[in-house]
């Protein structure tokens, strides 16, 4: 099968629908694993992006945090949100078939913090320095919780079984 195609075609498919142009496929060892179309418009859920979705169905039906083995195909470069989940999941391969480039004469979307060609840049500021207005409320039972963490977990800090970069 030809999983780039076939994400294209979920994507095709979706924009038919009344949907966004996005698609996830993900394959572990030569099978599909989890696939999905950007579900945004559908649902009103923000967080509803291919990516998401697949990542949540392919997680769900391994039982676990990692998809370590797998590739990821998705049908452009991801936005910040899916890039940090896909950092997240460890999949061996995410392979994008379009670029913001190619497809920005067709398809843009900018939002009042959000807008592709700045974001990255806002991303990598300082919290107090980004656009989105936020603020630090110190509180030391916040950091208890994590202290709480550690004990349960014999003293550990990692999440065990977690792949690493060393």
């Known amino acids: 099968m030809d999983f780039a195609q076939h994400t294209i075609d979920i994507a095709r498919r979706n924009v038919e629908e009344g949907g966004r142009p996005f698609a996830t496929v993900i ?92 974001f990255y840049g806002e991303f990598a500021k300082p919290w107090d320095e980004r656009r989105l207005p936020m603020r630090h409320e110190s509180r030391d039972d916040a950091v208890e919780v994590y202290r709480r963490w550690q004990e349960r977990n014999n003293g550990e800090r990692r999440v065990a079984g977690v792949p690493t970069a060393s």
């Open 27 to 118: 394959v572990k060892d030569g099978e599909i694993l989890a696939e999905s179309p950007n579900r945004v418009a559908q649902t009103s859920d923000p967080t509803a992006h291919a990516e998401i979705l697949a990542i949540r169905e392919a997680c769900t039906k391994l039982g676990t945090e990692h998809l370590t083995g797998a590739t990821i195909y998705i049908l452009a470069l991801p936005c910040p949100m899916c890039l940090g989940a896909l950092y997240y999941c460890s999949p061996d391969e995410v392979v994008f078939l379009t670029t913001r480039d190619a497809y920005e004469p067709h398809y843009v979307d900018d939002r009042k913090y959000f807008e592709f060609d700045t």
